[in-house]
């Protein structure tokens, strides 16, 4: 079946540009996960969505990050006035609840250049 | 969450078994052992899971010793593909608290050779 898409895969931007970023989970899946990886590093969490409880935004590095999601479908990350040290790979995951939280199925992932 | 200990790295022959170890000596009753991995310039794939009993999917099998200290991932006929940082993590099953936040340690960096 179809799994994690996001778009774009890849996105240039000048800094003190906004930028927006999409995931499509996979269909059925209730939670939904946001996390940056930058080169060389590890996953950084940003937020977790999970049905219609009130999101998890506790790894948003800064108040120029916000994200949305529309139900249980299409979650969109928003930066603004992006800075150089958002450089990084920004990667979409998501799950069943509940006890499957940690079977994540993540997307290809949307590499964000700031220049 | 219990501490997870791999080797750093190791090679494979293509076509043979990939045997990946990973020790969990601090797991609790409660924990589960999942396997992730992750390709270069990809994202992460979930792999599998496990509490006590043997698991296997259509992608790896995992082993978890009688006394949960340990763990062995196997790919029974590793690609080049295959070739990937694999990450064994430990955590509880349950969804409380903030369970869901994924994180990784070092891994083991598998190299599958032709």
């Known amino acids: 079946g179809a799994g994690v898409s996001q778009s774009p895969s890849n996105k240039v931007t000048e800094k003190g540009k906004d930028v927006e970023l999409r995931c499509d989970p996979i269909s059925g899946h209730t939670a939904l996960y946001w996390y940056r990886q930058r080169l060389g590093q590890g996953l950084e969490f940003l937020i977790y969505f999970q049905g219609n409880s009130a999101p998890d935004k506790s790894g948003l590095p800064s108040d120029r990050f916000s994200a949305e999601r529309t139900g249980e479908s299409v979650s969109t990350l928003t930066i603004q006035r992006t800075q150089q040290e958002d450089s990084a790979v920004y990667l979409c995951?998501?799950?069943?609840?509940?006890?499957?939280?940690?079977?994540?199925?993540f997307g290809p992932g949307t590499r964000l250049t700031v220049t | 969450d219990a501490k997870t200990t791999q080797p750093p790295s190791m090679d494979c022959a293509e076509g043979r078994a990939a045997n990946l170890p990973c020790n969990h000596s601090t797991i609790s009753g409660n924990e589960y052992v999942y396997w992730y991995r992750q390709i270069h310039s990809q994202g992460p794939q979930y792999i599998i899971h496990g509490l006590k009993n043997n698991e296997t999917n259509e992608m790896a099998s995992l082993i978890i010793t009688e006394d949960r200290k340990s763990s062995t991932l196997i790919l029974p006929h590793a690609t080049l593909r295959d070739t990937a940082v694999y990450y064994c993590?430990?955590?509880?099953?349950?969804?409380?608290?903030?369970?869901?936040?994924?994180?990784f340690g070092k891994g083991t960096l598998l190299t599958v050779n032709p």
């Open positions: 993590i430990v955590r509880v099953g349950h969804s409380g608290g903030s369970n869901y936040k994924l994180t």
């Open positions: 995951a998501s799950s069943l609840g509940g006890h499957h939280s940690y079977e994540q199925y």
